[in-house]
Structure formats: C-alpha cells, structure tokens
C-alpha cells in the first residue's frame, strides 16, 4: 500500500475512533451514574411514604372529630347531656342566620331551623343572604303580620306545640341592605346638612354621629338591632357581606353546610354562647 492510500484509509477510519469511547470507559460511566441515581430514588421513596403517613394521619383525625361531633350532637339532642338541657338565653336579644345562596333555595331546612329555634326560646331572628333568595321566599308571608311576629305565617307553628313560635319576629335581608343601605343613609345625611336652618358663611361644618347613622339607615329602611350571636352555614367562613355597622359586638360561629344542619349543633352554639364574657370597653 503506497503512502497516498494510507492517508485515505486514516482519515476515514479517525472518525469513528474519535467518537467511540473506549469500552471500559463506558462501563465506568454507566456504573457511576447508577450510584448516583440510588440516593435520589430512595429520597423520592421515603418522602412519598412520608407524605402517605402524613395523609392517612389527617384523614383518620378528621374522621375522628367528625364521629365525636355527630355523637355529641346525637346526645344533645337525645338529652343525655345535662348541662345542655336549660339554655340561659337572656343575652341573646337578637340572632342572625347567614346563608349561602346557594343553600338558601332550601326553604324546608330554613323554616325546620326557624322551628328549631322558636322552641328554644328565640324572639328575634335575621335571615341573611347576599342574593336575596330568603328575602323572595319569606318576605310576601311576612308581609301578612300586622304585628311584625311572623312565626304563624311562615309555617313555623304548626310543627310545634310551643307556644314561642307566636312572639317570633323574623327580618329578611340581603346583600343590597349593605353598601346600597349605607350610601343610602348618606346620601338623607348629607341632604339633610345642604338643607339646614343656616346658609352661607355661617353654614358649620358636618358633625355626623353614630346616632345620627343609626337614625338614617333605620329612615331608609336598613335599620334593625344588632345581632348577639351570627350563625353561618355555607362552605365560606365569613359572613357573605352581612352587614358590617351590625356586626360590632356579634359573636360569629360556622355551622357547616345547612343540608347537614344538626339540632344538637344549634343547641351547642346557644350554649356556647352564653358562657361567654365580652369586654365591650369604654
């Protein structure tokens, strides 16, 4: 073979010698990659069993407390439990009821509610929902009230054998007694001021007082007395747009999903309630 042919001959062969890794290379390779890839697979093995463990121990908690609350209320309602038998009620002058809309459509379990509570002893009731559908449900019944006690003409009584359901008074609101019923009140606030005795340079300056709102909102149809005690029941734990210059001293307590709504749970949350103490200040 002349010396021009084995240049040809090297220079096609010296590729493939450039590329290929010797085979002893690759085994070492192939091995190292390996070692480096255990510790990450035991890492993932041990946090997703650490993850289950820490999953599988929520669940049986939450399922624990849930068997606890239902046999609780179970026995509330059976009156196993003394101290749940007499419910002092002198503090609540008036309860609200916060529904979510959604869950307002259910009439059967709002006026089995509004049952519930009569026999408890209950006077004044406030029917919340930020749409209006209990305001369209229960309002033309509690229209026929001349005295605003609405228990007979919402159904209530006929269930019942107490004689409370007669002093209920139920108010209905929703979402537009809110911020429509404060700009309202500030608007016959600020008419009024534009239209007092003095005029000119002499006019002084606005002094609105709490009395003064208190006295607008009720002249615009957005007044009413403060809830004592707010019971919520939807999946949101606020108060839906409730409103807010009612709410200063109200006690807030979730209740879960009304189509879950339990007897012994609203006997539990009056209780509740009136064990507890509030510093109103000074």
Not at 28 to 44: C, N, Q, T, V
Request: proline letters at 4%; charged letters at 20%.
């Amino acid at each position: 073979m002349d010396s021009k042919a084995m240049e040809v001959f090297v220079a096609s062969q010296a590729p493939i010698s450039l590329n290929q890794a010797p085979p002893h290379h690759s085994t070492a390779l192939r091995r190292y990659l390996d070692l480096m890839s255990r510790p990450s697979i035991i890492l993932k093995l041990i946090l997703g069993l650490l993850w289950g463990i820490i999953h599988l121990a929520i669940s049986l908690f939450n399922l624990w407390s849930l068997l606890i609350y239902n046999l609780e209320c179970y026995l509330i309602s059976s009156g196993l439990l003394r101290k749940y038998r007499y419910l002092n009620l002198d503090r609540l002058k008036s309860l609200a009821i916060v529904v979510d809309s959604k869950e307002a459509k259910n009439t059967v379990k709002i006026r089995q509610l509004l049952c519930w509570l009569s026999t408890m002893g209950v006077k004044y009731i406030c029917l919340y929902d930020i749409e209006g559908v209990l305001k369209k449900s229960f309002e033309p019944a509690m229209k026929g009230s001349r005295d605003g006690k609405a228990g007979e003409y919402l159904g209530i009584g006929a269930s019942i054998s107490h004689s409370s359901h007669k002093d209920l008074v139920v108010e209905c609101i929703s979402g537009s007694d809110g911020k429509e019923g404060i700009a309202k009140a500030a608007n016959l606030l600020c008419s009024t001021y534009l239209n007092g005795g003095t005029h000119g340079n002499g006019k002084r300056e606005p002094a609105f007082t709490e009395a003064d709102m208190a006295s607008s909102l009720k002249a615009v149809g957005c007044g009413g007395p403060e809830p004592d005690l707010l019971l919520m029941y939807g999946p949101a734990r606020c108060h839906l747009g409730f409103p807010a210059w009612r709410l200063r001293y109200t006690e807030i307590m979730h209740m879960g999903p009304l189509k879950s709504m339990k007897y012994g749970a609203i006997v539990k949350a009056l209780y509740n309630f009136s064990k507890k103490y509030q510093n109103y200040g000074k």
